[in-house]
């Protein structure tokens, strides 16, 4: 199947997962405040989602989400500068404005097709900078796993500030973790036989180096291997660590600043809005385009069950926190575009003239 053709479904794929998810969630919602307004005595002519959501929108405090805006820019700051340092400790060194253009790139594909991003930002940077992928790839990879470790981190003093009432919805709503992926043998048999095959590769990897596809994966390995261990030989330790605290205490602000944008949420504490990042920080992860529908479903659920907070207001604050960030990703993206479509035009032109 054609490369290009397979993008288009994978879009469309995701982006259906992200509208089906938007319109159950919606249509429930719709269910729920109908019976808001019967409670409420509010008539029904006058007892519609959709223009309640409109209304919110239209009330929303914007100086709020201008700041919300800007702690979101800030932590992209932090996240560039931290991914440069990286770079330059492998050699690899790149100006501010190609990490920012690879970054926002990556952020764009993202919100259109999840998890493509990874592959958009060092593939755009590669071809920019002439830096092998697989070395960029490592330094993303070390990215992820700071983010692993401050997410579990910020999991960790949530689990102790409202431990039985985030315990008790895990259960509820993802079920035993002794069941599913972790409770299957195969699974366990795949990992054994995985690991058992990378004992067997490094033993015989003399024998093995004579096949061209082996020394293939392992030049590409050491690679990734290498962008890994950039982490260690950063110029300075305590700028890259300050950088990396800085990018989650912007995100935590995000969601904190963006209560006082909104009239519903403005009373709410700090501790109630540690407990709505963590649960929008689950939404994003799962894959849907930048984290669209899910976003809004665990956002909402956390503050009507667990803060009180009727339905519908609940569901508004979490369009009103997501979709202001989302368009950024797409308007920056969309600005960009015209500077990748010339990097790779002009690559191109190189590589012909090369070529004759």
């Not at 990874?118 to 071809?127: D, H, K, N, V």
């Not at 409770?183 to 058992?196: C, K, M, Q, T």
């Not at 003399?206 to 290498?226: C, D, P």
């Amino acid at each position: 199947m054609n490369q290009n053709l397979k993008s288009i479904l994978r879009f469309f794929l995701f982006l259906g997962i992200g509208i089906a998810i938007m319109y159950w969630l919606y249509t429930s919602q719709e269910s729920a405040y109908q019976i808001y307004c019967s409670e409420n005595n509010i008539a029904p002519e006058n007892c519609s989602l959709l223009d309640k959501l409109y209304q919110d929108f239209s009330n929303v405090k914007i100086g709020w989400i201008l700041l919300v805006l800007v702690l979101y820019m800030t932590s992209n700051i932090s996240r560039i500068l931290r991914w440069m340092m990286m770079l330059k400790s492998i050699g690899h060194p790149t100006t501010f404005k190609t990490a920012f253009i690879a970054t926002m790139t990556g952020y764009f594909v993202n919100s259109l097709i999840p998890r493509a991003g990874e592959l958009a930002r060092p593939g755009y940077l590669s071809f920019t900078d002439k830096t092998p992928i697989e070395k960029i790839i490592g330094t993303i990879a070390i990215e992820r796993a700071i983010d692993v470790t401050f997410l579990a981190l910020v999991m960790s003093l949530g689990f102790l500030m409202e431990f039985d009432m985030l315990y008790n919805f895990v259960v509820e709503n993802m079920g035993d973790p002794r069941e599913g992926l972790l409770g299957n043998p195969i699974v366990w048999l795949a990992v054994a036989v995985g690991i058992l095959a990378c004992i067997f590769a490094f033993f015989n990897r003399a024998k093995l180096r004579q096949n061209k596809i082996f020394r293939f994966f392992e030049e590409k390995l050491k690679g990734v291997w290498e962008g890994i261990m950039s982490v260690k030989n950063v110029d300075k330790p305590w700028l890259f660590i300050l950088h990396s605290i800085n990018i989650w205490i912007m995100y935590y602000f995000m969601t904190y600043v963006g209560f006082f944008a909104f009239s519903a949420t403005e009373n709410l504490s700090p501790a109630t809005g540690l407990i709505v990042f963590i649960f929008g920080t689950l939404g994003i992860v799962i894959p849907s385009p930048g984290g669209l529908g899910a976003y809004q479903y665990l956002v909402t659920t956390c503050l009507n069950q667990f803060y009180g907070l009727n339905y519908a207001d609940a569901f508004s604050f979490s369009n009103i926190a997501f979709w202001p960030i989302y368009f950024l990703n797409i308007i920056l993206g969309l600005i960009l575009f015209p500077f990748v479509i010339s990097y790779f035009m002009d690559g191109k032109k190189e590589v012909e003239e090369k070529s004759n």
